[in-house]
């Protein structure tokens, strides 16, 4: 048995190591290995074509990223945000729940691709989500921002996390099942996918509570700045008294100030008119 082989594994670890593109280091790696296995270029190349039309769909997110893309360069992130900017109720926590509950419905079924951090949490969940902040506690500062940001991504790993182990034809059952046959405890994948669903109700009513509290945490947190006078309306309390407006009277105080001051308080008297051009005589 021959270890020639094993160089491919060589080349990928010297690949990484000096920073060369790994698009370019994993195909010359597999080229490499097959050469050293004795095989033509021909068939090396045949192999890795086959490989790649027998897994065509593992490309698919390749294929959405583009488009993805080219919606956020036409305002998508706003247009998301103008859309839950228009229902009154809509809370992050509510809006969170939500998705939350889509999440692990459509993961339970298998369609687990269909929603993660690049197809929906960047362009239409944390947009929404920020949104829905600013409805409730006015304009958000960048570390709070960046918190609800965090939050829909920790929704989108909750929910796909617990929500796929429900679908009994998804890989970690499986090896579940096979962990669990070679200690001798023989269960199949349905049983093991019953079993996931109480887990999934309890992580749903966990991180909900958590995204209840981060509403309630947005409520009783100082405005940072906005127009109005209640945060939930859309509006804020400016937090820097410096900023805020004067109230009318004093406007109308620093008016007639404004004027006054404006006034030439250093000119020279009217001279009183003499007698000779009033026309009147002197006693």
């Known amino acids: 048995m021959t270890y020639l082989p094993l160089l491919g594994i060589l080349i990928i670890v010297l690949g990484f190591a000096l920073r060369f593109n790994p698009m370019v280091v994993v195909p010359v790696a597999a080229i490499a290995t097959g ?61 969170l729940i939500l998705y939350l509950l889509y999440r692990q419905a ?12 690049p197809q929906t949490v960047r362009p239409l969940v944390a947009p929404m989500a920020v949104a829905a902040a600013e409805k409730q506690h006015g304009p958000l500062d960048e570390e709070t921002s960046d918190k609800v940001k965090a939050y829909a991504a920790a929704t989108d790993n909750v929910g796909l996390f617990f929500g796929e182990d429900i679908f009994f034809a998804i890989g970690s059952i499986i090896l579940i099942q096979q962990i669990l046959e070679s200690y001798g405890i023989p269960l199949s994948p349905v049983e093991l996918a019953v079993w996931a669903i109480p887990s999934a109700v309890a992580a749903f009513i966990v991180h909900s509570t958590r995204l209840m509290l981060l509403d309630r945490s947005l409520q009783s947190s100082p405005a940072f700045a906005g127009e109005g006078d209640r945060p939930k309306d859309g509006g804020g309390v400016l937090s820097d008294p410096a900023r805020m407006p004067p109230p009318r009277s004093a406007r109308r105080l620093l008016r007639s100030r404004f004027r006054l001051s404006a006034s030439p308080r250093d000119a020279d008297p009217p001279t009183p008119p003499s007698p000779e051009n009033s026309g009147e005589e002197l006693p």
């Open 35 to 95: 050469l050293l296995a004795g095989l033509d270029i021909v068939e090396v190349i045949s192999k890795l074509g086959k490989a790649f039309n027998d897994s065509r769909l593992i490309a698919v997110p390749w294929i959405v990223l583009p488009v993805i893309g080219l919606l956020e360069r036409y305002g998508l992130q706003q247009r998301a945000g103008a859309v839950i900017g228009g229902f009154r109720a809509a809370t992050v926590g509510r809006l």
């Open 106 to 117: 459509i993961s339970a079924i298998g369609l687990h691709s269909t929603a993660g951090h």
